[in-house]
């Protein structure tokens, strides 16, 4: 997957299609096209190689393909080879801030997995594999339509939410509220949609953090490269990734102020 991503970043047109999601993401084919010089057929082809690298998510709404920079793989290339005192440099990457036409924000990133649907999904809602790549956090819900979860550090509750759709292994939908400070308690609610699709001997875990506020505080969204990159390597290999939102339960786990949901 590396030799993609190293491909697709090698074209400058390429670059360039990446830096207009950066500055706004979810734009349709029409409107990249507006903003590049060159024809739709070219447009279209580019963003094929950018997808395939799984630098480019889209999602569709209506008639419309809505095109968004997915920095997941970004983040898999600087755990494997930058250092920690290159941290900040990946940390403003994965936090990149893109924003909708509209007056809300949709953010998705994915990743791929080599594990079946129903270890992922384990994952996703054992509370003692999740604390592992989660910041520490202790997740606890029953998981059903219309239960409560809420994520604990130490004895404060971080995060918590209602399950709106829970179809295991495939699907969870759940509001998100996030309680660790008082510039975050007051964005109120938004939502996220875990979705899980096999692929031959692996999975697409994708997830969809919207119904965000324009210009809404990136600690909401921010820590989902480094959650989702926590997942892989723990499932693919056993052990924990070494970036903070994996260690975080080895170090602070029982220190409140140190610990955060999706930061």
Known sequence: MDDEVFKA??????????????????????????????????????????????????????????????????????????????EPWAETLANLKHT?????????????????????????????????YNFGLTV????????????VGGETTILEGENLEVDPPRKLVQTFRALWGEDVKSEGTSRVTWEIVPVADSCLLKVTHDQ???????????????????????LETGELLTTPGSLMWVENSQQPSQVCGTR
């Open 140 to 151: 606890t819900s029953d998981w059903t339509v219309g239960s409560t979860y809420k994520g």
């Open 9 to 86: 970043l090698a074209d400058p047109t390429r670059r360039s299609l990446l830096d207009e999601l950066f500055r706004q993401d979810g734009q349709t084919l029409s409107a990249l096209e507006d903003r590049l010089p060159m024809t739709r057929f070219g447009v279209m082809k580019h963003l094929r190689q950018l997808e395939k690298a799984g630098l480019v998510a889209t999602r569709r709404r209506g008639r419309e393909k809505l095109h968004y920079l997915n920095v997941i793989p970004i983040r898999l290339i600087h755990d494997r080879w930058v250092s920690k005192y290159t």
């Open 100 to 132: 909708l036409e509209s007056k809300t924000m949709e953010k998705v990133f994915e990743i791929y997995i080599k594990t079946t649907p129903e270890r992922l999904w384990k994952a996703i809602t054992d509370a003692e594999m999740r604390k592992k």
């Open 212 to 234: 965000l506020h324009e210009g809404a505080n990136n600690q909401l969204y921010g820590g989902w490269p480094m959650i989702l990159s926590g997942i892989k390597t723990l």
